[in-house]
């Protein structure tokens, strides 16, 4: 039986390159295993999600062998800051000496306020064969009975993510 680390990246960022699987953008990992890659999301606030029973379903549905990794990161999110920032710069010019200052004052803030960061759950799963993709097609249907959404990364959000888990840093950077 193979040893592996828990917890690694060195497999995850060294990898030789992208192909195609289906619709699907597959990373070729430095072993040649071929990733997929999907992010699972949903709105907490309705009342048909369940996460936990969600990911059960994932991992019983698994076959003996393969190899499922779910990642739990903390990705910077300039949405909010960014509509507050539009939200600031569409008010009409203050009248009084005070409110000047105020809105000076929350410019200046959203301009030095760091970033926000949400929870992004992301499945990375080694392809095992063609059984595999059909599995992996299917994850759609089984997570929409939990409340759950999936979306396949294609090979630019891909490359986002193993440069964010190699080398994450607190600002955020469009490229």
């Not at 903390?74 to 920032?85: G, K, N, S, T, V």
């Not at 949400?118 to 009975?145: I, K, Q």
Request: with cysteine; glycine share 10%.
């Amino acid at each position: 039986m193979a040893e592996q680390t828990i917890g690694s990246t060195r497999t995850f960022v060294l990898a030789k390159g992208f192909t195609q699987v289906g619709s699907h953008a597959v990373l070729i990992g430095e072993d040649d295993t071929r990733r997929l890659f999907a992010e699972l999301y949903a709105d907490p606030d309705r009342p048909e999600v369940r996460p936990q029973e969600g990911y059960q379903a994932v991992l019983s549905s698994m076959q003996p062998g393969w190899t499922l990794r779910i990642l739990q990161l903390f990705w910077p999110d300039p949405e909010p800051r960014l509509e507050f920032q539009h939200q600031v710069q569409n008010w009409s010019k203050p009248g009084t000496e005070g409110l000047d200052i105020l809105h000076q004052g929350l410019t200046l803030a959203i301009q030095e306020y760091p970033l926000p960061f949400v929870r992004r759950t992301v499945l990375e799963f080694v392809l095992p064969g063609d059984e595999g993709v059909a599995w992996w097609e299917g994850l759609s249907g089984l997570c929409a009975g939990f409340g759950l959404r999936v979306r396949y990364l294609d090979q630019a959000a891909i490359e986002g993510l193993t440069r964010w888990v190699l080398n994450p840093n607190l600002e955020y950077r469009r490229t």
